[in-house]
């Protein structure tokens, strides 16, 4: 068969040229640890580099680790880019797979992800890239590691730092072993590679520059800087956590009320659940700037859930203000919500009051005055809340894939609301059956569940 050559990206900078050629064609390096800056190009520095090596390789196995599903087939249409297509490569999009249609190679790079990370166990394996690692369990890099043991393959790490984890860990081993061996005149086994996001000349510096004004200094370290900072979360929110953990008989259906603290002035931030989402209510206490109530519960109709609301609502003297999410609803909560007697507002989530609020409750836990309960389904969406940077510099504030975010957008809904009041001390409807119900017939009555099973034991 005709051979082909193979183009690869230009490198950016020196920095990417060096993570292409020590990941995979420096023939003494044994692992390779890159922290990156957002938008300096881990992805495609590691792809390139798999891809050079996977097109001159023979026979074995070769596999590209993403944290999730979703994410590893991104890394496998960046390879589906590089690497020729037909006669020479095929994908298999179900095997998620690309292999050499050459009879005489018997190679085959795979893409996984890191959830289930012993399912790596197995076939022996001559090279590793984990894109994101600072996102994966430490035993995803255990378990990678076991299989290169025959092959004495190599495995390249990169990703933007995550606080003070076993990849940052990693990370400070590489270096230490890479500087002693340059004292020694050794080439080095391990390489330990900075790459901020200022080393790459296509991100405009002034979008650099604004990121430095509308971050809190420790994430714009960690993001744009690939520095190691104490927290890697969006949120420093555990110093702010009270009481024993709470437990709960069902993570469906969540409810907890303090009832030492009913008779307070209370805001509520109410987050409607949409077919898999779940609907949470959180009841913030504006005095002494504390969470004091849950509610957590999905698959009802947004009757069903408006009468919860009342119902939560009942368990407090004074209710100042219900802040609601109607963003893709319209007025529909807001046409339900008219028949009780709380006093609410509908919000429309925009990405820039989004961005205004996260600040404001990142700086409430910075600053410790904010305190909460130690609740479980809410730490989970506090630690995996993420911001996304786009191609122009924007942010974009939500869960990591494969989590949910309701509960952290009803506490971003309830402080929003209560610093605006500081001062005064799966049976779903959908859009177009609400529009044949006839409002004025609706009552919002006491609902039809007591919610004894739901509470905190």
Not at 4 to 14: F, I, Y
Not at 18 to 38: D, H, K, N, S, Y
Not at 259 to 287: L, S
């Amino acid at each position: 068969m005709k051979t082909v050559g193979l183009k690869l990206p230009m490198p950016h900078s020196k920095i990417q040229e060096l993570i292409f050629r020590f990941c995979f064609l420096q023939p003494e390096t044994r692992e390779v640890w890159v922290a990156c800056g957002t938008k300096f190009g881990k992805t495609m520095s590691g792809t390139g580099g798999m891809s050079a090596f996977f097109h001159v390789m023979k026979f074995g196995i070769i596999r590209h680790v993403a944290p999730i599903y979703s994410q590893s087939k991104i890394g496998m249409r960046y390879c589906e880019k590089i690497l020729p297509s037909k006669p020479f490569y095929k994908s298999n999009k179900s095997e998620h797979t690309i292999t050499p249609i050459d009879p005489k190679r018997s190679n085959r790079f795979e893409f996984w992800h890191g959830q289930n990370p012993e399912d790596l166990e197995g076939e022996a394996v001559y090279r590793y890239l984990l894109d994101e690692a600072a996102k994966m369990k430490r035993q995803v890099y255990d378990s990678a590691v076991t299989t290169m043991t025959k092959t004495r393959g190599k495995l390249a790490a990169t990703s933007t730092p995550r606080g003070k984890n076993w990849f940052f860990a990693k990370c400070q081993d590489a270096r230490e072993r890479q500087n002693w061996c340059l004292k020694k005149g050794k080439v080095p086994t391990h390489i330990f590679i900075h790459a901020p996001t200022s080393a790459n000349p296509f991100i405009p510096r002034e979008s650099i520059q604004e990121a430095k004004k509308s971050l809190p200094d420790r994430l714009f370290r960690q993001f744009y800087e690939a520095e190691f900072t104490d927290s890697g979360n969006i949120f420093n929110f555990r110093p702010c956590i009270f009481g024993k953990e709470l437990s709960f008989d069902s993570a469906e259906n969540q409810l907890w009320l303090d009832e030492t603290q009913i008779n307070c002035q209370v805001v509520i931030g109410a987050d409607w659940g949409k077919t898999e989402d779940y609907t949470v209510f959180t009841a913030f206490d504006i005095v002494r700037r504390k969470m004091i109530g849950f509610m957590r519960f999905r698959f009802v109709d947004y009757l069903t859930a408006v009468t919860n609301l009342v119902w939560f609502s009942k368990n407090y003297d004074d209710v100042l203000e219900v802040s609601h999410d109607k963003t893709g609803i319209g007025n529909v909560i807001d046409d339900l919500m008219s028949h009780t007697n709380l006093p609410y507002e509908g919000v429309v989530f925009t990405n820039r009051e989004k961005s205004k609020w996260v600040n404001n409750l990142m700086i409430a836990f910075e600053r410790g005055i904010i305190k909460i309960p130690n609740w479980y389904e809410m730490i989970v969406e506090l630690e995996s809340y993420e911001v996304v940077v786009s191609d122009v510099g924007n942010f974009k504030y939500s869960a990591a894939s494969g989590f949910h975010d309701d509960i952290v957008s009803s506490m971003l809904l309830g402080w929003n609301c209560l610093e605006q009041n500081t001062d005064t001390v799966l049976d779903v409807i959908t859009l177009d059956q609400l529009k044949d119900i006839n409002l004025e017939e609706i009552n919002i009555a006491a609902p039809k569940e007591n919610f004894k099973s739901w509470k905190a034991k």
